[in-house]
């Protein structure tokens, strides 16, 4: 039941939801069978409706019942008042990561489905995401709070579909909340789920959105192995960050020179997100091109001529580091991986 390699012991979120709700059932019969600590449940009441703390106590009842510890997650921030979506899901994942933190908890698992993972890809196709967009979510992400990079997110439930985890709930006759929020056409993803009716007869269902993903995420792993020879050539760790040579990404196929180049980015900062694309693309074109001039910033990076110390690849070598007031590595780090 655990995503291969992830920590255990573990946090487990939990909304009441159905999907959730049946990952803690899942996450505790599975601990108990393993003789391992039972995880956690971290439910959080985002106050952005006035049922919602009524609701994460009942979440609390449920779980203690189940023999499990729980835990409300409050803020004294106020309720966000607009893009709400993005909002409430940065204060959810900040909450989680602290308690995580605090609790030394390594993981924590989240109960996105194959029809999550389904919206995310139509989302993603509709912004022009590349490959490792519409490969979708990973089974084991980084945390998506860089404050909190010691965490890991597990998602075990991708391969399965929501309904079947509804089937178990009324297996084992537990009832579920339903969000109103989940049927608000105001945000995007509910927009997405009142499009499959439309959809379906153009062949785009769930299921074949969810087959390509498994099939562009074989194709990002391989991508990832690849640019692992650009990145041997092209960086040498220096003091905080890398001396990096621009004829060696210049040579480089361009995905694979932007992998590179984001990854480089991603270790000194410290975040585990890539850059936005079109700010990476941006940045590349002036490295190879030779129009970088005195340097530029991307990323909580400096990009800049290295001084005569870090030109180790030549009077060309650039030097990447840490922005001053950034916060990143505070020692020389290998090679990006």
Same mark, same amino acid.
């Given at each position: 039941?655990?995503?291969?390699?992830?920590?255990?012991?573990?946090?487990? +979120?939990?909304?009441? %939801?159905? =999907?959730? !709700? @049946?990952? #803690?059932?899942? &996450?505790?019969?599975?601990?108990?069978?393993?003789?391992?600590?039972?995880?956690?449940?971290?439910?959080?009441?985002?106050?952005?409706?006035?049922?919602?703390?009524?609701?994460?106590?009942?979440?609390?009842?449920?779980?203690?019942?189940?023999?499990?510890?729980?835990?409300?997650?409050?803020?004294?921030?106020?309720?966000?008042?607009?893009?709400?979506?993005?909002?409430?899901?940065?204060?959810?994942?900040?909450?989680?990561?602290?308690?995580?933190?605090?609790?030394?908890?390594?993981?924590?698992?989240?109960?996105?489905?194959?029809?999550?993972?389904?919206?995310?890809?139509?989302?993603?196709? +509709?912004?022009?995401? %590349?490959? =490792?967009? !519409? @490969?979708? #979510?990973?089974? &084991?992400?980084?945390?998506?709070?860089?404050?909190?990079?010691?965490?890991?997110?597990?998602?075990?439930?991708?391969?399965?579909?929501?309904?079947?985890?509804?089937?178990?709930?009324?297996?084992?006759?537990?009832?579920?909340?339903?969000?109103?929020?989940?049927?608000?056409?105001?945000?995007?993803?509910?927009?997405?789920?009142?499009?499959?009716?439309?959809?379906?007869?153009?062949?785009?269902?769930?299921?074949?959105?969810?087959?390509?993903?498994?099939?562009?995420?074989?194709?990002?792993?391989?991508?990832?192995?690849?640019?692992?020879?650009?990145?041997?050539?092209?960086?040498?760790?220096?003091?905080?960050?890398?001396?990096? =040579?621009?004829? @060696?990404?210049?040579?480089?196929?361009?995905?694979?020179?932007?992998?590179?180049?984001?990854?480089?980015?991603?270790?000194?900062?410290?975040?585990?997100?890539?850059?936005?694309?079109?700010?990476?693309?941006?940045?590349?074109?002036?490295?190879?091109?030779?129009?970088?001039?005195?340097?530029?910033?991307?990323?909580?990076?400096?990009?800049?001529?290295?001084?005569?110390?870090?030109?180790?690849?030549?009077?060309?070598?650039?030097?990447?580091?840490?922005?001053?007031?950034?916060?990143?590595?505070?020692?020389?780090?290998?090679?990006?991986?």
């Amino acid at each position: 039941m655990a995503a291969s390699g992830a920590p255990w012991p573990a946090a487990v +979120a939990v909304s009441g %939801g159905s =999907d959730s !709700l @049946a990952l #803690m059932y899942l &996450l505790r019969d599975w601990a108990k069978a393993q003789a391992l600590p039972p995880p956690v449940v971290l439910t959080v009441d985002h106050g952005l409706r006035s049922e919602a703390a009524a609701e994460v106590k009942r979440v609390v009842r449920w779980a203690k019942k189940a023999g499990l510890n729980a835990h409300i997650l409050t803020s004294a921030a106020p309720p966000p008042a607009a893009d709400i979506e993005a909002s409430a899901r940065r204060l959810r994942y900040r909450l989680i990561g602290e308690f995580c933190r605090k609790k030394k908890l390594a993981a924590v698992y989240v109960a996105h489905t194959r029809d999550d993972q389904a919206e995310t890809i139509l989302m993603r196709l +509709a912004r022009g995401s %590349g490959v =490792d967009g !519409l @490969a979708g #979510m990973r089974v &084991l992400a980084p945390y998506p709070d860089p404050d909190f990079a010691s965490v890991v997110v597990a998602r075990p439930l991708l391969g399965i579909q929501r309904r079947a985890l509804r089937e178990l709930l009324l297996l084992r006759r537990q009832t579920w909340i339903e969000d109103p929020m989940n049927a608000d056409a105001r945000f995007a993803r509910v927009r997405v789920r009142l499009a499959w009716p439309q959809l379906a007869p153009l062949g785009l269902t769930p299921e074949r959105l969810a087959e390509t993903a498994i099939h562009l995420a074989r194709a990002r792993e391989a991508l990832e192995i690849v640019s692992q020879a650009v990145l041997a050539r092209a960086c040498q760790p220096f003091r905080e960050g890398f001396a990096v =040579d621009p004829a @060696a990404l210049a040579g480089a196929p361009p995905e694979l020179a932007l992998r590179a180049l984001a990854k480089i980015l991603m270790t000194v900062s410290g975040n585990p997100y890539r850059p936005r694309f079109d700010r990476l693309s941006a940045l590349l074109a002036a490295i190879t091109g030779n129009f970088l001039g005195g340097g530029r910033t991307l990323h909580g990076c400096r990009l800049g001529p290295a001084p005569k110390a870090a030109r180790l690849f030549g009077p060309g070598t650039l030097l990447i580091e840490a922005e001053k007031g950034r916060s990143g590595p505070v020692k020389p780090r290998p090679r990006p991986k």
